[in-house]
């Protein structure tokens, strides 16, 4: 039948369009590809490799190519102190900061009206100084003879009588220094939420508080997931903040990469840390992503 | 409140209500009476402070001054979660990480009650929304998350329910199947519903009393068919359904008011007239004029008034004629007749006079100006035809 042809052509012709406009969305992604490729892919298995050598039986010191399981047991056996003393600093200095930012994001998203701009700039502006910087600094506000530690050991608060050189030290440096990180999805997340939600629930006879529980948290829930994975993963991985603020008790896993990579230049080690440290980080921000059941909320 | 079956009905009372924000008065000393069980409309243009009046009585807005009162009881200072008042929010206000059920239960669980589900089924099912029950308020249409804005609000049988445009978005088949719902509803459970609507049929239909609001104040208020036949400010004689307004001057007062208007002469009952000075503005509505061939002119009752011209448009509508008379001072005067006269309409060109009791006329205050209130009507109008 004669309509049929061209009614077969026009599809046919549809479909070469979106299959030629589907064609463009994936060369649109080479550049990524091959940027992940070449830095991150690569480095990674490199890094595994590394991982898996062995010690050199002509000339100690040096290491040659092969599959030795071993060392990611021994470095686990002697170095798990630092690994679970990563966490728990990390942990702590994510819940830190949560319940640091969330009245903080809280108020620049509800309450600031204009002065929104200005404390957003204020959050980020630490950034502007280096990271170092500001971890020199903390030094000088926790010394013993700073105020801060003369204030508290007035009031008898330190059980050591000291701050700086503690895990106290090292877990206030790395709640500092990861805070804007929680503020700012907190804020991206809060400032999303309708007004009228919050109303709604008081319409419907939600205390302030019932409120917060059952409409403004579970809103904010992206954000706060967002948040706490941006703080714990770097934080877990930090050894700047043990470095300068902690003592020797207090080192957590990063300084012992680098220990093994820069000091003792045992490279199967230091890569075997990093690369279950890695796994570990995986493992967790996944399985705490399912648990929050964050896929959907809008 | 919650669960009770005979409940008490209150009624809801506003003295000298005021809100200001900044310069502006979105409410300028609102003073209403809805009576226990009553049905009220809010009806008025937009930005006239509908929906800050509503605000102010959920407790979502403070007012700036007076007083808020349900039943014997002064909530002006109350929160909102502690008034015995629950609103359908005009923009729904649905909570998106909540399915429907939980959406609808809300209100009992914030109050603690215990066995929710009998409840809150019988709701979906009045709503006709049981079979969405688990799906989230972004996996409904409009109307459909309206009509979970509506039992969501409902289900917690408040002393007074505040609604709030609440069938704007929905067809119009809906929304009059949904009017009919909200009025069954309403005497059901008896709870004095406030309803703010730009739809003045809705207002008309549904509601016992009617207040037309404008820049912040009541215009007039009352009994829907009292306020359409004896509007008693020009802005409501223009807003509320149509009507025609000529300037005249009075020439005698007493039981009877008469006036004179391009060398006419009117009557009008002075009850039913509230211009103060001489200078007045009669009125009447399209359907209450007669429209007769000039030759007919003794068909026309004695003493009813008249006005002469000439057809310049007819439309037949089926239900009605719809006629439009030139005046030779040249003024449109609408006339709508129905379509139950035996004999011949009047056709384009015809001279005719237009002939109304004086009990059907009524007399404005002109300071206003005679177009108060007309933008909207015209708007009202044409959205009305194309629905
Ligand atoms: N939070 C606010 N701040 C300043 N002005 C406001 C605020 N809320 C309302 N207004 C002003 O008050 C007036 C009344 O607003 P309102 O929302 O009550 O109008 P409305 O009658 O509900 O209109 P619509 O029919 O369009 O919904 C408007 O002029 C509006 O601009
Ligand atoms: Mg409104």
Redesign the interface.
């Given at each position: 039948m004669a309509p049929v042809v061209p009614v077969a052509s026009v599809t046919t012709k549809v479909a070469q369009a979106s299959k030629q406009r589907s064609r463009i969305a994936y060369l649109l992604l080479i550049p990524g590809l091959g940027w992940l490729a070449i830095f991150f892919v690569i480095p990674l298995v490199t890094l595994f490799m590394t991982s898996l050598q062995a010690e050199s039986a002509s000339k100690p010191g040096t290491y040659v190519p092969g599959i030795q399981f071993s060392n990611y047991t021994d470095a686990l056996a002697e170095y798990w102190p630092q690994f679970v003393r990563s966490f728990v600093y990390a942990g702590l200095a994510t819940a830190f900061a949560l319940v640091i930012a969330y009245p903080l994001a809280y108020f620049i998203a509800f309450k600031a009206g204009n002065w929104r701009s200005l404390m957003l700039v204020l959050v980020v502006a630490p950034a502007f100084a280096s990271f170092l910087l500001r971890t020199y600094a903390w030094k000088t506000i926790l010394a013993d003879d700073g105020p801060v530690t003369s204030g508290l050991n007035a009031l008898h608060l330190l059980p050591d009588g000291r701050i700086l050189n503690t895990g106290i030290a090292v877990v206030a440096g790395l709640t500092y220094n990861f805070l804007p990180f929680m503020v700012l999805p907190l804020y991206a997340s809060l400032d999303k939420i309708?007004y009228?939600?919050i109303?709604?629930?008081?319409?419907?006879?939600?205390?302030?508080q019932?409120?917060f529980r059952?409409?403004t948290w579970?809103?904010s829930m992206p954000g706060v997931v967002a948040g706490t994975l941006l703080t714990f993963i770097p934080a877990a991985g930090d050894f700047i903040n043990a470095e300068l603020l902690g003592s020797t008790k207090d080192k957590m896993i990063g300084n012992v990469i680098q220990t093994n990579f820069i000091e003792f230049r045992d490279y199967p080690t230091a890569s075997a840390l990093s690369f279950a440290l890695m796994a570990v980080i995986l493992v967790m921000v996944l399985s705490y992503i399912r648990r929050s059941g964050t896929e959907?909320?809008? | 409140m919650p669960g009770g079956v005979a409940r008490k009905v209150e009624d809801l009372r506003l003295v000298n209500l005021t809100k200001q924000f900044g310069g502006t008065k979105a409410v300028d000393d609102l003073s209403i009476t809805s009576p226990a069980g009553s049905f009220f409309a809010l009806l008025g243009a937009s930005g006239c402070g509908k929906t800050t009046t509503l605000r102010m009585v959920?407790?979502?807005e403070d007012p700036t001054h007076g007083q808020i009162f349900i039943g014997d009881q002064d909530v002006t200072e109350l929160?909102?979660?502690q008034r015995p008042?629950?609103?359908v929010?005009q923009?729904y206000?649905?909570?998106?990480?909540l399915d429907i059920f939980e959406n609808v239960a809300?209100?009992l669980r914030?109050?603690g009650v215990k066995d929710v589900d009998d409840q809150v089924i019988a709701i979906l099912e009045l709503v006709e929304l049981s079979a969405l029950a688990r799906r989230?308020p972004?996996q409904l249409s409009g109307g459909q998350q309206q009509r979970v804005a509506v039992a969501?609000?409902l289900i917690?049988q408040p002393d007074v329910l505040l609604l709030d445009e609440p069938l704007g978005a929905l067809d119009l088949k809906l929304r009059r199947q949904m009017q009919i719902e909200l009025k069954r509803i309403q005497s059901e459970v008896g709870t004095t519903f406030v309803h703010v609507t730009h739809d003045q049929e809705e207002a008309m239909t549904m509601a016992d009393t009617v207040a037309v609001m404008n820049a912040g104040r009541i215009e007039q208020m009352g009994h829907p068919a009292e306020v359409y036949e004896l509007p008693r400010t020009i802005f409501v004689a223009n807003f509320l359904g149509q009507s025609n307004l000529i300037q005249g001057m009075k020439v005698s007062t007493g039981d009877v008011v008469e006036v004179s208007a391009n060398g006419l002469g009117f009557r009008i009952p002075s009850k039913r007239n509230v211009a103060p000075g001489q200078s007045i503005v009669i009125g009447v509505r399209p359907e209450k004029i007669m429209v007769l061939d000039a030759h007919d002119e003794s068909k026309l009752p004695a003493g009813h008034n008249r006005i002469y011209g000439t057809v310049t448009d007819v439309s037949y509508t089926g239900v009605s004629t719809q006629y439009l008379v030139e005046t030779p001072w040249g003024q449109s005067i609408i006339a709508f007749e129905q379509n139950s006269i035996v004999g011949d309409r009047c056709e384009l060109g015809d001279p005719v006079v237009l002939g109304w009791a004086p009990e059907h006329t009524f007399g404005l205050d002109p300071a206003e100006g005679l177009n108060a209130g007309l933008d909207h009507a015209v708007l009202e109008l044409e959205s009305d035809t194309e629905a």
């Open positions: 309708d009228r939600l109303e709604a629930g008081n319409d419907l006879y939600g205390s302030p019932q409120v059952k409409v579970p809103l959907d909320l809008v | 959920a407790g979502l929160r909102a979660f008042v629950n609103t929010f923009s206000a649905l909570f998106p990480h809300f209100g914030r109050r989230k972004s969501r609000a917690n």
